[in-house]
């Protein structure tokens, strides 16, 4: 057999690995169930602030409830189809607990906001499901949520641009991106065969 | 042993040396899609890697058997509606394998691929026509 025959084989086989990894994220849902999950909670805890400008406390409890929710639709979806476990989301539940319910955690999150809870939380699940994507996204968003919190972006607006609905705005914008992310995570999935 | 230096070491192989350096439970083609699942998955059940990989319940049991007797997944048995159900579950060192095993057989397509400009130079063989 020459090398380049040899070499296509190769590819096909990767391809092969590729599309059984695939197949196994879309049918799991992977990335996009959480992405959408976390997003429209978080949209969901955010958007009263923008007319009230109440405090963040919404927001990290639906992050947290988020997590729990993410975990109770993998195991149901691992006991139905035999694949997959939420092992991650519960540990991030209750890391969002852990920071609602302790003086600590509280502390942080009255300084860092409830992105605090989303990053971090975010992050071990992804860790703990060997999920890149989620990561990145989890130390991408979660980073610009902290930084958020401690009014890094409203800070640096115009004056003239200051308003009370600001800071929740740019949270809300981090929320649309998330349930985005979901989305094309989604469209992406399904084209797995 | 790092990914990045399996790589390296690798791809000082001539090809031959690097075609013997596959490890033979893992480079089987369907235990190599068992280990690709559950790597993605973490765990699956029997059921449902017959399904993906269309592999029939003798075969598949076979090859769960080889790579459990192995040390690269454990099976654990449970029941889902009264129904019993086999789990299998890939350890650090299934993890490990299989990433060895991708991380050599890429090594491999490169090395056919740098070799590939002689083979297309050479004329075809006088006795195949």
Redesign the interface.
Known sequence: M???S??GD??D??S??SA??A???R??R?TSLPLLFLGVATAVGIAPQLSSGAGDALAGLMITLAFAAIWVVFRFR??R?????G?GFGVASLLGLFLMLTIVGFVALVYAGPFLIFGVGLLVAAVW??NAFLAVWAIVIGGIGVFEGFFGITNRLPVSLWAQWEHPAIYLVLALMTILAGIIAWLRENRAT | MTEQENDRLAADLPAGRLALSFDEVVHQRNRLGILAVLAEAGEADFTYLRKVLELTDGNLGRHLEILAEAGLITLSKGYYRRRPRTWAKITGAGRRALDAELANMRALMLRLEAERPRDQDTRPDPVQG
């Open positions: 020459s090398s380049a040899q070499s190769g590819k086989w990767e092969r690995v059984v990894r197949r196994v994220r049918d799991r992977a691992a006991a189809a035999g694949v997959g476990r092992t499901q060997r």
